[in-house]
C-alpha cells in the first residue's frame, strides 16, 4: 500500500489551475453566458457575410439583449450571494468587451459599414468600450464610496450599445442595410462612409466621456 510519501503530489500549474476553478461562483457562470453570447453574435456576423443568410443577422442581433440579461444578472446575483471578487470583475469586463463593443461592431461591418471610414469609426467604437472598462475597474473603488456598489456611471455603460444593435436589427428587417443602408455612403478621398456610423462614434465618445455622470441603479 502506498504511503502518503508515495503519493503524488499535484505539480504547481495544476494546484494553481484547482484553486482558480474554486474561485468561480454563480454569477460567473452567468458572466460566461454574457461573453458566449457575444462570441455566437460575431460568429452569426461572419456567416452573414458569408451566405447572405439574413436570419444569421437576425439571430446574431438577438443575441445582444440575451447577453444584457446575462450581464444585468451577474451583478445581482453577485450582489445577493455577496460574492464580489477581483475575478468576477475582470470577466465582467472582458466579456463586456466582446458583447457590447466587438459583437456590435462586427454586425456594423457585416451590415454594410464596410468602407475605409467605417472601419475606423468602428475601431474607435471598440477602443473606447476598452478605455471605458478599463477606467471602470481602476476607479470603482473610488466611485463606490467604500461600499459595495458604484453609485454613478462616468461615461456611458458599454451595454448601451445594445440600442445600436437594435437600430441594426431593424434596418436589416426592412431591408435597409448592405447597399440600401440607412443614409446612403460618402466618398471621403480614397474611402467611404456611411453616415449610419456616426452613431457608433458618438456612442464610444459618450463612453469616455468623464464629465458625463449617470446613476447606477
Given amino acids: 500500500m502506498p504511503t ?3 503519493t503524488p503530489r ?3 500549474p495544476a494546484r494553481r489551475h484547482f484553486s482558480m476553478i474554486r474561485g468561480f461562483h454563480l454569477a460567473d457562470v452567468f458572466t460566461l453566458g454574457n461573453a458566449a453570447c457575444g462570441v455566437g453574435g460575431v460568429f452569426l456576423a461572419m456567416m452573414f457575410m458569408a451566405q447572405g443568410d439574413l436570419h444569421h ?9 440575451a447577453a444584457f440579461v446575462f450581464d444585468v444578472f451577474d451583478g445581482r446575483i453577485a450582489r445577493w450571494r455577496q460574492t464580489h471578487s477581483a475575478l ?4 465582467d469586463s472582458l466579456a463586456d468587451v466582446i458583447s457590447f463593443g466587438v459583437m456590435p461592431a462586427a454586425l456594423g461591418f457585416a451590415g454594410g459599414l464596410d468602407g475605409g471610414w467605417d472601419a475606423l469609426v468602428l475601431i474607435y467604437f471598440v477602443c473606447c468600450g476598452v478605455s471605458r472598462l478599463a477606467r471602470y475597474n481602476v476607479t470603482a473603488e473610488e466611485l463606490s464610496g467604500g461600499t459595495d456598489k458604484v ?10 450599445s445594445v440600442a445600436l444593435v437594435g437600430l441594426l436589427a431593424l434596418a436589416a428587417w426592412q431591408g435597409r442595410i ?4 440607412y443614409g446612403g455612403v460618402w466618398m471621403l ?14 456612442s464610444g465618445t459618450l463612453m469616455v466621456s468623464k464629465t ?5 441603479l
Fill in 10 to 12: 499535484a505539480s504547481a
Fill in 88 to 91: 468576477g470583475r475582470e470577466l
Fill in 4 to 6: 502518503p510519501a508515495d
Fill in 212 to 216: 458625463l455622470h449617470i446613476p447606477k
Fill in 178 to 181: 448592405g447597399e440600401d443602408v
Fill in 189 to 202: 478621398g480614397p474611402w467611404a462612409l456611411h453616415p449610419l456610423v456616426l452613431l457608433f462614434a458618438l
Fill in 57 to 65: 443577422f437576425l439571430w446574431a442581433a438577438a443575441l445582444a439583449p
Fill in 151 to 160: 453609485k454613478y456611471f462616468e461615461g456611458t455603460p458599454i451595454p448601451t
